[in-house]
């Protein structure tokens, strides 16, 4: 692992099934320690109750709130909360208004950016979701609700 600077706003862009990414430290940049995205979203965008089998998160809210669903507890974490969610633990997420939410994950181990990008490869328009469940379970990932027509099943 070298040293790496990121000036602020660079990194990869991701639209994963409508959230909004940017790839700031991949595994290959960290030796696999871990990886770093932030995520810049409107209200609404989120994720339905799911497990990481492979990674812990580290969540953390610059900017707006989401409304964090752990444990079957559902709680809003605002501007400079940090939560941690350590693998296997369920968790949900939405963004909540009124204006947009910017926040960083970091994901440790690394890897999980590959699924993001493949992901978000998927082309336009409403995703089939057998392949996005695939596509999730080759990382770990398990959906632990029936995902609902119309749920944005935005990030991880």
Sequence with gaps: MNPKIVPAGEGRRLNVLGDNQLVRLTGADTGGSFTLIEQTNPPGVGVPLHAHANEDELLHVLE?????????????????????????????????????????????????????????????????????FEICGRYGIRFLQPAEPGDDLAGV
Excluded: K
């Design 64 to 132: 707006g709130a989401m409304d964090l669903t752990v444990g079957g507890r559902t709680t809003r974490a605002e501007a400079g909360a940090v939560v941690l969610l350590p693998r296997n633990v369920p968790h949900a997420f939405v963004t909540v208004g009124p204006g947009i939410t910017r926040s960083t994950v970091t994901a440790f181990p690394a890897g999980i950016e590959h699924m993001f990008e493949e992901l978000g490869a998927l082309p336009p328009g409403p995703p089939v979701m057998e392949t996005v």
